[in-house]
């Protein structure tokens, strides 16, 4: 504890007699000071014991001694100090009367006591609660350290809401609550996720204070990480503002927990790299291989059906990271597997079938699917997501998953699943620019025909075609006589110097007719 009036009064040594303000001895001293002046305010800066001996002050003044005293309250003076014997015998009534009407404690000095002892017992108090304070503050630092390396960042936060006796919470690098202390906290931290979110997005490190004297609590918000970018934040909630000793254990925490980020960080990466090469030996159809190399940390992925999802991004790389901070989170959460391989532009995902991965990355393309509808912006980030699969068939889930990238990107959809192909048309593939321009190309010449009047061959070929070729059916459709269709088709054969006994030919050109709504 800081030093009080009250504290001073006790004090043997000094002899000080309280002659004002008795129920306001228990307010933190923050330093002595003897000054002589009339007006000692503008050198105040609040909290301090301010010693006199009314040298140049007319303290029998009653007006005089009321102004004086309001404006020493007003700056945040905490008590006066009067030495009597030297300019008054005694403290002069005016300036008690002004005390007493102001609440300012008023502390008479005996003459044989100098202001230095008083200034000395002040700094020596303060000098040993800072004493204390680092001292604590050093032990719990000592038990936070042990706690994380015993138990982790949830024996880290027990331990940490001991010493500040508060509340403490843990967030990842989506703004998700991983663990609190105690328990009950869980609600009101998950009721900060959206501060947390607004503190990410400030370089690290950072802070912010939320909540007060109107509000349940006092919450402290620091970011962790040693990058620009965060990679978790910590929670600490108090009733009240934290003191020094306090204060060291929420940086001590910060530190540990930091170092446990950027480890993990690091074993992050490593698992990365060997989630590459298990990717690539199951993509060469090695399985055996990618089982032995995933061991315990993969293998269990390897063992029951999963996806692979595809995404890719032109523009920067904050959507892909924050695609993979999403997936990661969401395994994290579930206590799943899931192998995440970044490919420069592209990030490849292998997560369980029907697991919390694969959902949340169908909640990250509603998402965005939502925001690019309200912005009327293109989305940089599109993902492709092939059919449940297993080792043996790895190859192929890629080349669905790349099969429904390049679907998503023709039609301009965030996530797209191969089952949404095989299930869906063709038709719709046919909107790309590439096929529209060879579909224009081919009927060229047909349309050409048409524009001199000299017959309907287009709207013929389209009506042969839809009839499988059966002439008396599509000649009825026409509503001309089956030798004139026949001609028709013979002179489409020689205007496009191509059979219609191919059934290729006969492919592309009704391809042709859709890509390019030909009737």
Known sequence: MPPTLASLVHHSALKLTVRAGEDRLDVPVRWAHVSELADPVPYMEGGELLLITALKLDAEDPEAMRRYVRRLVGAGVVGLGFAVGVTYEDIPAALVEAARSEGLPLLEVPRRTPFLAISKAVSAAIAADQYRAVTAGFAAQRELTRQALAEGPEGLLTALAAQVDGWAALYDASGAVVATAPEWAGRRAARLTGDVERLRERPAPA???????????????????AG???RAALAVGTAAALGTAERYAVHSAIALLTLTTERSRSLHAAEQRIGAAVLRMLLAGQQDHARAVAGDLYGGLLDAPFRIMVAESDAA?????TLTEAVEAAAAR???????VPEGERLVVLAADGGAVVASCGEYAADREAARKATTEEDDVVLGLSAPSGPIAAAAAYKQAEQSLSVARRRGRVLVEHEQLAAGSVLPLLADDAVRAFADGLLRALHEHDATGRGDLVASLRAWLSRHGQWDAAAADLGVHRHTLRYRMRRVEEILGRSLDDPDVRMELWLALKATGSE
């Open 317 to 321: 790389q904050a959507g892909l990271v």
């Open 334 to 340: 579930a206590g799943e597997a899931v192998l995440v």
């Open 228 to 230: 620009r970018r965060p």
């Open 207 to 225: 802070s912010s204070v939320v909540g007060g004297p109107d509000h349940e609590d006092r919450v402290e918000l620091h970011s962790l990480g």
